[in-house]
């Protein structure tokens, strides 16, 4: 395989990356809390030819010496906007909105420790009928302060939850203050499916520089940003996100046909006599 053809075949292995995450974001745009993610690009590892041996030949070059020939493309950051999403009012009393951009829920994933903006909160009864748990839409438990799931009595009513994340209820013996984060740093976080972002599996710092738990210190919760009976859209802009596949699209054309006339001119050589 030629250097061209290698090098085309690289970079479209990553834009095949770019056009699936665009995909995934695209798909998601009337979830609710959302959070659009884009992909940044740097240069492969570089081979340097060196055609000029002579260092005293080449005085006054500004560049370095040889040629340097690149091997493709790769995807090394895949950065999740924070940025705001629009709020819709629902009327529907467990509906909450964060109004603050960096704050999430605390949720429950099979024992993990997950976050999400998506505030479309149910009550399931348990097993053994003894209440119910406060759950999101795809029925992931919600976690208070404590990290420990929120279980209710099966009679409550006029459910109030305040703007610093209280939430309280006619039946409920005493208030309980959600589990809430703001995260400080968003790039290390990734996408868990279901709305629900998590600490990657091979972190290497420790969560505190990642995030902030608000409701873990009483001081914090005043930070808190809630609105009741209301719902964020996703920050997808989907006009922005077409346009960058119709340029993936593109790109996607330019290294194939990279590929195309590397092998037509293999085509000739091998036909020279």
Known sequence: MSHMMSTAVNTMNQLQKQFDLISHNISNSQTTGFKTQNASFSELMVQSINNQSAEEKEIGRISPLGIRQGVGARVTKLPISMQQGSLKTTGRPLDIAFTSPNQFLKVSDEGALRFTRN???YLMPLDNQQGTQLVNQDGHPILDENNNRIVLPNDISNIQI??????????LSAPIHLGIIEVKKPQLLEQ???????????LNV???EIYTDLTG???LRGNIRIQQQTLENSNVDVGAELSNMMMVQRALQFQSRSISISDQMLGIINNIR
Do not use: I, R, W, Y
């Not at 994340?165 to 039946?171: D, K, L, R, Y």
């Open 192 to 202: 868990k499916g279901d709305s629900l972002l998590g600490l990657p599996d091979d």
């Open 217 to 219: 210190d009483a001081g």
């Open 206 to 208: 420790e969560a505190g």
């Open 119 to 121: 505030g479309a909160l």
């Open 162 to 171: 305040n703007d610093h994340g209280q939430f309280t209820a006619e039946g």
